[in-house]
């Protein structure tokens, strides 16, 4: 069983930073690849960046694209969401996800693990 805790969430001004962590436990850690999906109030959740399991191969939303990284430490398990540039549309419930498949996805139903999320609030 894997469980997947974020954090670094919070309230932030447009035009600044945050940094997300998802810390994860069980199961070997580099033996999966790891995403970063968000979810606003009333909208569908929606994939953000996807990390592979040796980080050789990184995607992203392109509404991202240039102003947010994922990262990740298989030593310490842990993925990384570094945002610049924050705009109030930015603003959603954060979620770092795990996907066993070695087929890249950006549907969330391709994963296997969801943390619970961590709230991201850009003020204008």
């Known amino acids: 069983q894997v469980q997947l805790v974020e954090s670094g969430g919070g309230l932030v001004q447009a035009g600044g930073s945050l940094r997300l962590s998802c810390a994860a436990s069980g199961r070997t850690f580099s033996s999966y690849a790891m995403g970063w999906f968000r979810q606003a109030p009333g909208t569908e959740r929606e994939f953000v960046a996807r990390i592979s399991r040796n980080s050789g191969t990184i995607t992203y939303a392109d509404s991202v694209k240039g102003r947010f990284t994922i990262s990740r430490d298989n030593a310490k398990n842990t993925v990384y969401l570094q945002m610049n540039s924050l705009k109030p549309e930015d603003t959603a419930v954060y979620y770092c996800?795990?996907?066993?498949?070695?087929?890249?996805?950006?549907?969330?139903?391709?994963?296997?693990?969801w943390g619970q999320g961590t709230q991201v609030t850009v003020s204008s």
């Open positions: 996800a795990g996907d066993t498949s070695a087929v890249a996805s950006r549907r969330g139903e391709a994963y296997d693990y």
